[in-house]
């Protein structure tokens, strides 16, 4: 393989080892020859079908079915080679999506498939939120791919305010035509109860489970309750009595996924596919909550906040995919000459503004993986005690349901922006499909929205920490130690202190300084309480101004979501500068590659305090001369970065198949591949354009655009 002589330069100047990273960011030197085992498996497939090379030129339904039809191939490969045989915890012996293996196929993909809905929420779903008895009828069909789930609330009209969904689920005793013991009808009395959007729902799924208001024996409506309702036979898949589902039509991105709506019209279930672990119907109607243990209700509530995690987790995987394409193509690209030479141009990573727009992405990226480590692994402390009966407090699981709230909306939204700030970057080029960016960006744009809508979660976020101030406010000493492992619980000194009348300061005395990350950490901190102290100050103040609480919290919201957003960047810096603090104590990496990363820690804490300048001059906490050192050492931070930048994106270790880029290729050998990719669209098929017949020669040969002068004859 003959390398660009840019991309072989910038490799020999890395300051560090990649290699070392790889590792590091997959775990062990084993986890990474453990990847690159299961990404050969994938792209070396004999049957080709996990290629992805005519992926930009299918039309939406036949992307539709090769991802089905990878689905199914990747479902018999696991089979064969026994992923997920033997997980860590024997119940989930078989279950496939519980190996670790599996999320290492995932992305080794590179693409989605219409069966995602099944593992991400649908058995999550049945193992949280139903009983034994009914687990142990469902997972095995679910584990053999005979059951294929969605997970069904969203409604035409309602997404965000769950209590309005209208879909009803209505007892219904023997005596009216329930089977014996009792059944449920579910029903869309209304257009706007069709349910809109899941996932795995328009043509794949066969059972869902639906969010339906529970109408008991006697009428009484109980609210939204989780009910498992078959649409389609397991036999030919023919859609149930009643049911009537299909796609939402083509969307902005995710095409792959058949995302989908479904009407139920009186459609009979038994009374036992009412997920019953936490509440009752019995054979008579009557509705009863159950009473189970703190640490079992905790668990379900774990389980959303894990895939709220993962999201968080995946966003620095998606903006380093768009970094590795974007970083390895400015240094490939050359454009402009600079004065004193000009028989070469300057490849344009060396211009200062293509740094500012890159750099801090990819600093971002890494932030973001010691973020996703730090709460997955939180996420699962808290799920083992409860498992094991050991205490977990109500302010832990609030702590952790703040954190992972705010961190999700923040780091999807700089994912989102920043993939499409990468495929600006790339100029003309990136505006191209084959470019790899604008699938990737399109693709990646739901994740603002599901599993709490961006714009939402920061209410969540300020509720819980609200509870903090109220302990601080109160100085109750042991509400104030509730906190003492929670990441809340940070905030305190900085609430004090504001609230205790301090006008706390930077105390940077000269530029080097604010480069100190302590520093830096102490900055976003005081900002982020603050801002909250701010957020809590205006809806109060609205309230003595005579508005109801409700009109006075919807005058925060816009508060609410900067203190959020403040808090993240405060609880990512955090995450960051302990997570490098770790890697060197336990000598996984070398002194080398410690550097790189406080370099990236330093640059995203430097880059968010340069956005939001205002937040910390307000109070006077920075002066206007320490605001000046931040901008300054923003740009001394890209003229480090700058060397180690495409080692840095190589790090991730993205193959060329999974980038699916003609401009980030490991070779960098771009132009051949762009004009190979132009020569492979099927609109160049023939040497005459497939309209020419039919179209064009009218023009060009028939002559019906030719002018004659005549008047108008409108
Ligand atoms: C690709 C994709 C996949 C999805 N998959 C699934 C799935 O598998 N299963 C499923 O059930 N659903 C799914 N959804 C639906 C998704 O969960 C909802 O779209 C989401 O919850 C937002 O609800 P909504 O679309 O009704 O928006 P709305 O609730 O109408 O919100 C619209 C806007 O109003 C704002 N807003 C609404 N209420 C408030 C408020 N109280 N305070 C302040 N602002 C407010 C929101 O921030 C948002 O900006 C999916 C959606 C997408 C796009």
């Not at 969605?150 to 219904?172: D, K």
């Not at 990573?349 to 996703?372: E, I």
């Not at 999807?412 to 960016?437: N, P, V, W, Y």
């Not at 603090?581 to 820690?601: H, K």
């Amino acid at each position: 393989m003959t390398l660009n002589p840019d991309l072989e330069r910038e490799r020999a100047q890395a300051s560090f080892t990649p290699e070392k990273l790889t590792n590091l960011l997959d775990g062990s030197a084993a986890k990474t020859a453990r990847r690159h085992q299961l990404e050969d498996i994938i792209a070396k497939d004999p049957t080709g079908i996990f290629s992805n090379d005519d992926n930009y030129y299918l039309h939406r339904t036949e992307r539709h079915v090769r991802s089905l039809a990878k689905a199914v191939r990747l479902i018999e490969i696991c089979r064969q080679l026994g992923i997920g045989n033997e997980n860590n915890n024997n119940n989930e012996n078989g279950m496939m999506v519980a190996s670790e293996d599996w999320s290492v196929l995932m992305y080794a993909l590179a693409d989605d498939l219409p069966l995602a809905l099944h593992w991400i929420m649908f058995v999550p779903n049945i193992k949280s939120l139903c009983d034994e008895e009914q687990q142990a009828q469902w997972l095995p069909l679910c584990r053999d791919w005979r059951m294929i789930g969605c997970y069904a609330q969203t409604e035409i009209g309602h997404g965000s305010n769950v209590r309005a969904l209208e879909t009803t689920a209505t007892f219904l005793p023997e005596s009216r035509g329930g089977d014996k013991g009792g059944s449920f009808m579910i029903h869309s009395p209304t257009i706007t109860s069709y349910k809109a959007w899941p996932g795995t729902l328009g043509r794949n799924a066969n059972h869902a489970m639906v969010i339906a208001r529970l109408i008991d024996g006697e009428g009484v409506d109980r609210g939204v309750h989780n009910f498992l309702v078959p649409l389609r036979s397991m036999k030919d898949h023919t859609m149930l009595p009643g049911v009537e589902t299909g796609d939402l039509g083509p969307k902005i991105g995710y095409n792959t996924m058949d995302n989908g709506f479904a009407c139920f019209k009186n459609v009979v279930i038994p009374r036992r596919n009412m997920a019953m672990r936490f509440a009752n119907v019995d054979e008579h109607g009557h509705y009863s909550k159950k009473q189970v243990s703190d640490a079992a209700s905790k668990i379900s509530y774990i389980t959303m906040m894990q895939v709220r995690a993962h999201i968080a987790d995946n966003a620095g995987k998606a903006l380093a995919k768009a970094c590795t394409i974007v970083i390895r193509y400015s240094a490939v690209r050359r454009q402009g000459y600079s004065d004193s030479d000009e028989a070469t141009e300057n490849q344009i990573l060396d211009y200062r503004q293509q740094q500012h727009r890159l750099f801090p992405l990819l600093a971002n990226s890494y932030c973001f993986f010691f973020t996703g480590k730090v709460l997955l692994k939180n996420l699962k402390a808290i799920e083992n005690r409860l498992l094991t009966n050991q205490p977990v407090n109500k302010v832990q699981v609030a702590d952790i349901h703040a954190s992972s709230s705010a961190l999700k909306s923040y780091t999807t939204m700089i994912t989102a922006d920043g993939i499409e700030d990468c495929r600006k970057a790339c100029g003309g080029h990136g505006f191209l499909q084959a470019s790899g960016l604008p699938e990737l960006f399109t693709t990646y744009l739901q994740n603002p929205t599901v599993e709490g809508d961006n714009h939402m979660l920061p209410q969540q976020v300020v509720k819980v920490l609200l509870k903090v101030v109220q302990a601080v406010q109160s100085k109750n000493k042991k509400a104030l130690a509730a906190y003492k492992t929670c990441d809340a619980g940070h905030l305190i000194p900085s609430l004090q202190s504001i609230l205790g009348g301090r006008l706390d300061k930077c105390d940077a005395s000269c530029k080097e300084d604010l480069l100190e990350l302590p520093t830096l950490l102490q900055a976003l901190c005081h900002r982020a309480a603050r801002l909250l102290l701010g957020a809590a100050k205006l809806v109060q103040d609205k309230i003595k101004e005579g508005k109801t609480a409700e009109q006075a919290w919807n005058d925060g919201l816009v508060e609410m979501a900067r203190t959020s957003r403040a808090y993240s960047q405060f609880l990512l810096l955090q995450n960051f500068i302990r997570g490098i603090d770790d890697e060197e104590n336990q000598s996984t990496v070398g002194p080398a590659e410690i550097a790189v990363l406080r370099d990236m820690a330093r640059l995203s804490a430097l880059f968010w305090m340069e956005k939001d300048l205002g937040d910390f001059l307000e109070d006077g906490y920075l002066t206007a001369k320490q605001a000046s050192w931040v901008r300054a050492n923003v740009l001394t931070m890209l003229y480090v970065i700058r060397p180690n930048a495409v080692a840095l994106v190589d790090s991730w270790d993205y193959s060329d198949f999974c980038l699916r880029s003609v401009l980030g290729r490991w070779d960098g050998d771009v132009y051949p591949a762009l004009l190979e990719s132009c020569r492979r669209d099927p609109l160049n098929a023939n040497e005459i354009g497939p309209g020419y017949e039919e179209h064009l020669k009218r023009l060009i040969v028939d002559g019906v655009g030719a002018y004659t002068p005549t008047t108008s004859r409108l």
